[in-house]
Structure formats: C-alpha cells, structure tokens
C-alpha cells in the first residue's frame, strides 16, 4: 500500500518535472501559430536555448546568466525565422526545418570546439544550476500519508523554472483573451487582411508573436540544461518540440487544454521511463521503441477519436500578401 | 456621349468632404487609374459606376490607404493629406467596406467591432464601452447585429452591418462601401438604403460602387463613370437617367438581352424527385425538392438567399450529399446510396457555376490558365501523355479570353488580381465552353457590369437555343424574370410554387419568397403547364 503511494507520487513528480519543457514550448508555439506563423522550429530555439545556457553557466558559474544567454540566443532564432516568413514570406515550414537543422549542427560543434567533451558541455554543480526550491513545513508534514510526500515532492521540492511554466499558462490565457495585444493575435493568426484594413501592422504583430515564442523556447532550453540536467549534450531536446507541437495541436491552439495534452505526454514518458525492462503481465517485456512512440500514437488516437476536429488557425502557414 | 468633367458647380452649397485630384495608379502593365479627379460633397451620397476592371475598387483602396497612388492628392476637408496606410485613413474619419468583407470569422460581432479600436491595452474597461457606443449607433442607425454572435453563424446581409457599424465605431465620416448590394437579397438592399439615408440625414458622406443604375437612381445625390481607369463622366443625379449612364459606362448604347420564347422544350435532361438535405445539426435545410428541367428551356430558381437554392445547387452538382430523394440526369440515377461526386458529375455532362466563385469556383493565387482548367484536368486535349500541356492551357485560355471579354487579357496573371467581374468570366467560360448538357448556374450575373451582363444573358439564352437545360439561381428577380422559362420560388428549403414565365409577376413571385402559398391557382396551373412530377 505504501509502496503503491510512494509510486505514485514519484510518477507525479517526474510527470512534472518532464511537462516543464514541453509547456513553454508549447505555449512558444501557442503565440507563434496564434499569430499565423507556424514554428516546426521550436526543437532547434530551444536546443539552441540548451547549449547557450549550460555553456554559460558553465563559464560565468551563474545559472542566471545561463538563462538570459539562452533567451537571447533563442531570440535570435526567432528574429531569422520572423526575417525569412514574415518580411521574406518565405515558406514558414522549411524556414523552421532548417532552424532545427541548424541548430542540431551547430550545438554539437561549438560544444565540441570550446569544450572538446564529445559534444558536451562540463557538468555543472549546484551553484551554477536552479535547484528544487524547498518550501516551507516540507519536512514536517512529511510523515504525513501521502499528502505529505505530495506537498513535499510534487508541490513543493520542483526548481524556479518549473513554477515559472505553471504561471506561464494562466498568464498566457490571460494574454490572449483579456488584452488588447492577444485579441490583434488571435485575429492575425485567422484573418490578416481584417487587422491589415483595422490599421494595424501585420508585420509588426507577428513579429511580437515569434519573439515571444524565441522566449519561451529559451526559457525551455534552459530548463533542460541548467534545471533539470546539469549539462548539456548533443541532440538533448530529443523530439521535445515536435512533441510540444503535437500538445498544441491535441489542445486546439488553446493554453488549458494544450497545458492538459502537454501532463498527458508527460506522464506517459514518466510511466515509459518506469515500464522499460519491467516485465509485465502477459505480454512480458515490452520493447523500448514501442515505449518510446506511445506519445505519439496517443496523439493520433485522441485526434482521431475522442479530442475531435482540431482546426488550426485560418491563415496558419501563409505569408500575407496584401490582395483583396 | 456626354464628356464632362468633374463636378465644379456644387450641386447645394457646403464643402467637399474628399477631392482627388490627378490620382495615377499602374499595376505592372495595367494602367488601373488615369489621372482621375473627383470631388465628393460632405454630407452626400456619391456613386461611383463602371465596367469591370475600369478602377472602381483600387480608387476607393488608395483613398482608404490599402494601396498608394504613384502620381496625384488627397484633400480630406479641403486640406492636403497623406494617406500611406489604412490607419491613416481612419485617423481621417474614412472607413471602407470592401466587397470581399474583412471580418474574423471566429471571433464575436464585439470583438470584430473592437479590433483595432479597442480603447486600451485590456479588453475589459474597452468592453463595456463598446457596448454603450456600439448600442446607442444601432439604435440611431437601425442596425441591429447580435453584438455576441460568431460572425461565421450570420448571414450576409448581417456580417454587412457590421462592417458598416465597425466603420462609424472608427468614428468614420467618410463610408466607402464597394458594391454593399452584390451579395444583398431585395430586402436587405431596402434595409441597406434606409440606413445609408440616415446616415447621410446626420451629415455623413457615403461613396458607393455599385453596378445597379436603378440603386444609382434611388439613392444617390451625384455619380461618377468610371472608364478604363478614367473619370469619363461625372453627373447630379436628378439630371440623368439610367440610359445615359449606361452609354457612358461601355461607350454605347445599352441593349438588354431579352429572353424570346424557344422552341417548345424537349425531354428532361434533369429530373428531381423528393430531394431533401439534412445539415449535420439534423435540419433540413432542402425539402423535398422535386422539379424538371427540359431540353432547351431555363429554369429559374428565385428565393432569398439562404432559403435552400445553395443547397440544391451543391447537392446536383455533387458537391455535397443528399439524404432523402433521387436526381436522375442524362441517364444515370443519383441516390443517397449510389452518390455522384462532382468529378462523375462533369463526366455526366453536368457543369456547374457556382455562387461563391472565390471559394468555390477558383484557387486565387493561380495564374488565370490553371483556373481555366480547374476541374478538367483529365481533359487529354490539354495533355501529352500524363503531363499536362501548359502551352496548349495557355493558348486555350487566350481564347477563352477573347471570347469571354475577361480583361486584361492574361493567361498568366494571378486570379485574385482580376477585377470580380473578370474572375466570374473565366469562371462561366471554363463551364460553359465545355458544352455540357446541364448547366448548373448560381448567380452569374453577382459582380459583373452591365455590358458583361447583357453579354452573359446573352450566352446562356443561345446555350438554351442550342438544346440544353440550364438550372438558374439568382438573388436577381429581374435576371430570373428576363431569361425563365419556368420560374421556382423557393421558401424555408422548400419549393412554394412553380410558375411559367408568362404569369410571373413581381408581385407574386415576392409574395411565394415569403412563403405565401394561399395563391394555389398560379402555382398549380404552371405546375401542370411546366410538366412536374
Ligand atoms: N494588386 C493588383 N495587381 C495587379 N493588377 C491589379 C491589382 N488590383 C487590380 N488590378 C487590375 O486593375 C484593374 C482595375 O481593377 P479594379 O479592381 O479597380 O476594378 P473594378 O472597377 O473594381 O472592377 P469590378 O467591378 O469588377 O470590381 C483591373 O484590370 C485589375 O485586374
Ligand atoms: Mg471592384
């Protein structure tokens, strides 16, 4: 009994800690998309984000400045995606393909140039890292049954970067629903040519909107190297900001709901990670790979029979060329 | 031809409220507006007519900002402005609503009202302020819109008045409206003019494209004619009629196409029995439909738009499916069990012309000779082998272009930069130059200028000669009345009466709209007289 419990508030804990990256990245997506810019690049921002964070905290010895080199790095991204899709109208799918193409490349040979450890960076130690916050009266309640564990573990106990993800939804749905900023957002993403003759820039919005998104990814990168990792390595977002994206698409382009998708992926990355090995019932040990793809056959099985018809934004993956 | 400069006597005194003066546009090689001068009275209606393409829409576009003109100025209330973007425009008191409507169609009637002028960096306070000034404008103009409705639920007639509201929200003293009748029903229209007159009663100036010289005629104080890009007329109302400014419009005298009775129809060609649509919401939207169309005769479908006519065109020419009924057209029996898709339904010699040609008819950002093939690809005239042959598309479409007057005459030119008219031209060669043996028509007449209109009465009434059966939708009472043979009234999804063009009247086509069925004696008569089952 108590080891069923104390199984269960490790799964939650993990859950958390992996929904971490795949909220910012999904809520980066969230602005983008929003705003009519579709970002397959959100892997490569935050990988970028990744290497820039740990080998700057590895440098300086700041997690602090980890965090703002990976923001602006991401940021820089995002400027070369806004440069090519909105003021170039260049394809907005093989402009985020080639972000991730370049930034897979380009981590792993800086990393090995500056640093010559096989791709990665030096491993931090807890100075240089957000470590897990402890909050008050954990140690006390913790005898408490199950609660205790829970408030000590998964409430409390989770880095600064992890509680920044959790505000980041309802401050994102705040964004987009109550502000002026998210109504022309929302309204670009579905119809340009009516914000276009409202008098308001479409350049300029979706410019704001992909920054935001070069933010988020880089917090998210960060996340991934300097909170919950201590280091980076090649290739460490792992599919991440595909699996974001799919969040996104599972949620209908909306913050709660894209927030449920993101604790779904997790928590079933959290059960893989805890299945791999273990020989269950039946079917005895289940392969690896299958573990591994169950995200995403999740994905197509809710689209496909329970979430409904998930409509993107109307003018998704168009440039908008004045016309009538 | 009365070759008349702008207006420089006022027609009563008071200032002007827009002058333009030497306004020069060029597209590439299209010279869209030539040194074109006009000057419009505060506080007046002031219409603006033309031929397609002639430069109607890109003048009203660069006096609202959306394009910039190469050459000339802009006077707002007599002092020079710069118009560089549609912000400035609004700052100015100048609104615009474009032929195609610019709303979100996901977002409420509110919303669309607050875009761009939402009184603060939170919606909150610009909310409840909105609703306060967007209610005290309905009620001085009669606008009712359901400020909370999804604007993708409300019909034409509806999203209309909420561009003209977002408009006065803007504070616009200045309306353009670009061709506000095109996609109205009768009534709507009536509804329409009464607002514009209350606006013009608080001293608002309204500038209005449109085709119809009756509305010319009904609403405005002075009109402007518009010719290949050129200012060629300009007149007060009361001095002219419709006459005149059809001559000025295509430089020749106009010459309505008049249906002439045919040869007595043949077999049918298209036979409907019971057809009835259900929406997914379960609705059904056609009842029961059940009519015929014989060889060599045009049937007419009159209704109010959204009264079922879009529903029976999509389910004849395959485009959506039908739950209830049988069609049976050129030998081949259609049922909801043994469907027809639209491709079998061209190989059955089925055309169709379809209402909105913009989301149905056409793929916009194609060069017009891919439009021109739309739909008949697997044409092998047009193919060596399995490639296509775009030469041979190229050089078809330059002849479809001839024949059909689209201008300019370039295959290659993008289809959203031809003028409407123009579009729905290559639309209705591409179906009709295919000789098929049905014609499904939705208003094919929306848009277009009256020259092109004579001229596209004039086709459809020789493809009838020819032998063919022509099915016919239009919001148009005087189009359906000019080239039926038989008339349709359609009403809440069903057909309330069916009437031989000799004992059509207005009235009693109005009043079967309305779905006044009391009259049973017309109806009945040309039900036997018109051979329905
Ligand atoms: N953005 C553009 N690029 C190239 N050509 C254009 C563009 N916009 C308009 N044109 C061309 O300029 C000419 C004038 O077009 P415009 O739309 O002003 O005509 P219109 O008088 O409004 O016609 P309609 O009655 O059919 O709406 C047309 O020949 C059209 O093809
Ligand atoms: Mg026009």
Redesign the interface.
């Known amino acids: 009994m108590d080891d069923t419990a104390l199984w269960i508030v490790s799964l939650l804990a993990s859950t958390v800690r992996l929904a971490t990256p795949l909220v910012l990245a999904s809520l980066a997506g969230f602005y983008s998309e929003r705003a009519g810019v579709v970002d397959i690049g959100l892997e490569g921002k935050m990988l970028t984000g990744a290497f820039a964070a740990a080998a700057t905290a590895a440098v300086t010895g700041s997690p602090w400045a980890g965090l703002a080199a990976a923001i602006a790095a991401s940021l820089l991204l995002a400027l070369v995606h806004g440069f090519a899709c909105i003021t170039h109208r260049g394809d907005q799918v093989v402009a985020g393909v080639a972000i991730n193409t370049i930034a897979a490349g380009l981590t792993a040979v800086l990393a090995n140039a500056w640093f010559d450890l096989g791709g990665r960076t030096p491993s931090l130690d807890g100075g240089q890292r957000f470590l897990g916050l402890h909050f008050p009266l954990a140690e006390a309640v913790r005898g408490v049954p199950l609660l205790g564990r829970f408030y000590g573990e998964v409430i409390g106990g989770q880095n600064l970067l992890v509680y920044l993800a959790v505000l980041a939804v309802p401050a994102t749905s705040w964004v987009a629903y109550r502000t002026r900023f998210g109504l022309r957002l929302r309204a670009v993403g579905e119809n340009p040519a009516a914000v276009d003759t409202a008098g308001i820039s479409v350049p300029w919005l979706r410019y704001r909107a992909v920054l935001i998104t070069g933010l988020l990814c880089g917090v998210a990168g960060a996340y991934l190297s300097i909170a919950q990792g201590a280091g980076f390595q090649e290739n460490m977002t792992a599919g991440k900001g595909y699996l974001a994206l799919a969040a996104l698409i599972l949620g209908k382009w909306r913050p709660y709901p894209t927030l449920a998708g993101c604790l779904l992926f997790a928590a079933t990355d959290a059960l893989q990670a805890r299945l791999q090995g273990v020989a269950l019932p039946v079917v005895g040990a289940v392969p690896v790979q299958i573990i591994e793809v169950l995200p995403y056959i999740l994905t197509v099985l809710l689209l496909a029979g329970f979430v409904g018809k998930s409509i993107p934004p109307k003018a998704a993956g168009q440039a908008y060329v004045k016309d009538r | 031809m009365s070759q008349t400069v702008p207006l420089s006597v006022p027609p009563q005194p008071g200032p002007w409220a827009v002058e333009l003066v030497g306004i020069d546009k060029r597209f590439g090689p299209v010279h869209a507006n030539k040194a074109v001068s006009l000057r419009i009275r505060a506080g007046s209606i002031h219409g603006l007519v033309g031929e397609n393409g002639a430069g109607k ?1 890109t003048l009203m ?1 660069i006096l ?1 900002g ?2 910039q003109a190469d050459e000339g100025q802009i006077l707002v209330n007599g002092a020079e402005v710069r118009i560089r ?3 400035d ?3 100015l008191g100048i609104g ?1 609503v ?3 409507f ?6 409420t009637v509110l ?2 009202l ?5 009184g ?5 306070d ?1 909310i409840r302020k909105a609703r306060a000034e967007v209610e005290r404008l309905e009620k001085a103009y009669r606008l009712d819109v359901p400020l909370d409705a999804k604007v993708a639920d409300l019909n034409v007639g509806i999203q209309q008045r909420v561009e003209i509201l ?1 408009a006065l929200y803007r504070g616009a003293q200045v309306l353009i409206l670009d061709e506000p009748t095109a996609v109205l029903s009768p009534p709507e229209v009536q509804d329409l003019f009464r607002i514009l007159d209350a606006l013009r009663a608080q001293g608002r100036t309204i500038l209005m494209i449109t085709h119809k010289l009756k509305e010319i005629m009904a609403i405005t104080d002075a009109v402007s004619v518009l010719r290949q890009g050129a200012v060629v007329a300009s007149f007060h109302t009361q001095d002219t009629n419709e006459a005149a400014l059809a001559e000025a419009m295509v430089g020749r005298r106009a010459n309505p196409a008049v249906r002439r009775p045919g040869a007595p129809a043949g077999a049918p060609l298209l036979t409907v029995e019971d057809l009835s649509i259900f929406d997914e919401r379960g609705v059904e939207r056609l009842k029961r439909a059940t009519f015929r169309v014989r060889a060599g005769e045009i049937v007419g479908v009159a209704g109010v738009a959204g009264n079922g006519q879009s529903e029976l065109l999509e389910a004849l020419s395959g485009m959506t499916p039908f739950q209830r009924g049988r069609v049976h057209v050129n030998g081949r029996d259609v049922t909801p069990e043994s469907p027809m898709d639209p491709a079998q339904a061209r190989r059955q010699g089925i055309a169709h012309v379809p209402e909105d040609r913009l989301r149905r008819a056409v793929v ?1 950002p194609f060069p017009a000779f891919q439009n021109a093939l739309l739909g008949y690809q697997d044409d092998p005239a047009m193919a060596d082998g399995p490639r296509l042959n775009w030469k041979r598309v190229a050089a078809a479409t330059a002849r479809l272009m001839e024949d059909w007057d689209v201008r300019p005459r370039q295959p290659s030119l993008r289809t ?2 031809f003028s409407g008219g123009n579009q729905q031209k290559l639309v209705l060669g591409r179906e009709m130059e295919r000789d098929p043996n049905v014609l499904l028509v939705g208003q094919p007449t929306r848009g277009v200028d009256i020259g092109a209109i004579e001229f596209i009465h004039r086709r459809l009434l020789a493809m009838r000669d020819a032998g063919k059966a022509i099915l016919l939708v239009s919001a148009e009472l005087e189009e359906i009345m000019a080239l039926s043979d038989r008339i349709l009234v359609m009403c809440d999804g069903a057909i309330t009466g069916e009437l031989a063009a000799e004992d059509a009247t207005e009235g009693l086509i109005g009043r079967l709209m309305a779905g006044i069925t009391d009259d049973m004696e017309h109806g009945s008569r040309a039900d036997a007289a018109g051979g329905a089952a």
Do not use: C, T
Not at chain 2, 102 to 107: I, P, Q, Y
Not at chain 2, 120 to 124: C, F
């Open positions: 829409s576009s609202y959306f394009y973007e549609p912000k425009a609004i700052a615009m474009h032929q195609h610019m709303l979100v169609e996901e977002f919303e669309n607050m875009l761009g002028a939402e603060g960096a939170l919606l909150k610009g977002k916009k959203s930069l």
